[in-house]
């Protein structure tokens, strides 16, 4: 049983527009490094591969493992040689909450960050777990040529450039790489996505530092990997249910999948991927009679050929 369902330590990460609201929403305050200010806490990573930032796994066999080492010791929990198809695990996840508006930004395209970063791109997906009323998100541009968005930039006509998309608890928008985006004020989100380190910010607002200096903007390399003319992805849902068990596959993409699981009473399933990367977004229950609660992180192996869940929770998942 140890090695189907393994247990990890969510990590976190500090920003501008952290305020430490994901941790009054779940019980992790514990996991938090001592020395870390809480008060700055803009999410967790719920499941990460990159050495830089691997979770930690919390019990069994492979307690005290990197998830990272686990990836390169015991490649066999996560699939077959035919499915592994990156050196690293290729998907990350996390939560965020952001008290105030995130800087525009894009991300590089893998043909740019393998050709000139050595590592590579980052695509994404959000999914809307708690927002405000009548929130929306950046994402994607009305340029139709790159001179048309040098037009955008000449004028700073950053309203007229930014395409908003409205948002509701529950929303989910694929952002392939390349594309401007922004989280905004009061939303708590997941986010699944390549575990790219790289971010080009494009626009911040004209907002100032501590110091009043206006933050760094990376424009010519953001232009570099901006995709003109901007093609919004589209996401086809696709379900599957058994009793009290619905399974819906949010995206199923060249970079990932995601599903989301919602229990209201017990059911089984099939496992759709040869290993899945789990996050409990509320709620309690179980998996193969395995306690789970809202903010636990784990790992659901390759062992597992059919998802025996009971309870009454959400949980996110995904696979590479």
């Given at each position: 049983?140890?090695?189907?369902?393994?247990?990890?330590?969510?990590?976190?990460?500090?920003?501008?527009?952290?305020?430490?609201?994901?941790?009054?929403?779940?019980?992790?305050?514990?996991?938090?490094?001592?020395?870390?200010?809480?008060?700055?806490?803009?999410?967790?990573g719920a499941f990460s591969g990159l050495p830089s930032d691997a979770n930690e796994i919390l019990s069994?066999?492979?307690?005290?493992?990197?998830?990272?080492?686990?990836?390169?010791?015991?490649?066999?929990?996560?699939?077959?040689?035919?499915?592994?198809?990156?050196?690293?695990?290729?998907?990350?996840?996390?939560?965020?909450?952001?008290?105030?508006?995130?800087?525009?930004?894009?991300?590089?395209?893998?043909?740019?960050?393998?050709?000139?970063?050595?590592?590579?791109?980052?695509?994404?997906?959000?999914?809307?777990?708690?927002?405000?009323?009548?929130?929306?998100?950046?994402?994607?541009?009305?340029?139709?040529?790159?001179?048309?968005?040098?037009?955008?930039i000449e004028r700073k006509d950053w309203t007229g450039l930014l395409k908003r998309y409205p948002i509701?608890?529950?929303?989910?928008?694929?952002?392939?790489?390349?594309?401007?985006?922004?989280?905004?004020?009061?939303?708590?989100?997941?986010?699944?996505?390549?575990?790219?380190?790289?971010?080009?910010?494009?626009?911040?607002?004209?907002?100032?530092?501590?110091?009043?200096?206006?933050?760094?903007?990376?424009?010519?390399?953001?232009?570099?990997?901006?995709?003109?003319?901007?093609?919004?992805?589209?996401?086809?849902?696709?379900?599957?249910?058994?009793?009290?068990?619905?399974?819906?596959?949010?995206?199923?993409?060249?970079?990932?999948?995601?599903?989301?699981?919602?229990?209201?009473?017990?059911?089984?399933?099939?496992?759709?991927?040869?290993?899945?990367?789990?996050?409990?977004?509320?709620?309690?229950?179980?998996?193969?009679?395995?306690?789970?609660?809202?903010?636990?992180?784990?790992?659901?192996?390759?062992?597992?050929?059919?998802l025996l869940w009971k309870g009454e929770m959400t949980i996110l998942a995904y696979s590479g």
């Amino acid at each position: 049983m140890e090695n189907k369902y393994i247990f990890l330590k969510p990590t976190f990460f500090e920003a501008l527009w952290g305020d430490g609201t994901v941790l009054k929403k779940y019980d992790v305050e514990k996991y938090v490094p001592e020395g870390m200010d809480k008060s700055d806490i803009a999410g967790i990573g719920a499941f990460s591969g990159l050495p830089s930032d691997a979770n930690e796994i919390l019990s069994g066999k492979f307690k005290g493992y990197k998830l990272n080492e686990l990836y390169d010791e015991h490649p066999e929990l996560f699939g077959t040689p035919s499915t592994l198809k990156w050196e690293h695990i290729p998907v990350s996840m996390g939560l965020g909450y952001a008290c105030a508006d995130l800087s525009i930004q894009v991300h590089p395209t893998e043909e740019y960050a393998m050709k000139k970063l050595n590592c590579h791109g980052k695509s994404e997906s959000w999914y809307i777990a708690d927002c405000l009323p009548h929130s929306d998100i950046v994402m994607g541009h009305n340029a139709k040529t790159m001179q048309d968005l040098d037009d955008y930039i000449e004028r700073k006509d950053w309203t007229g450039l930014l395409k908003r998309y409205p948002i509701l608890p529950g929303s989910f928008y694929n952002i392939q790489a390349g594309t401007l985006h922004a989280i905004q004020k009061g939303t708590l989100f997941m986010e699944v996505c390549n575990p790219c380190p790289v971010t080009y910010r494009f626009y911040d607002y004209d907002r100032v530092d501590k110091n009043g200096n206006k933050r760094q903007l990376d424009i010519e390399k953001a232009k570099e990997n901006i995709l003109v003319p901007f093609v919004c992805q589209d996401t086809h849902y696709h379900y599957r249910n058994n009793k009290g068990v619905t399974e819906i596959n949010l995206t199923d993409n060249d970079n990932f999948s995601v599903f989301k699981y919602v229990i209201n009473g017990e059911g089984s399933l099939q496992m759709p991927k040869s290993y899945l990367g789990a996050f409990v977004i509320e709620g309690s229950g179980e998996i193969d009679g395995v306690s789970l609660k809202a903010g636990d992180c784990l790992l659901i192996t390759a062992e597992v050929k059919e998802l025996l869940w009971k309870g009454e929770m959400t949980i996110l998942a995904y696979s590479g």
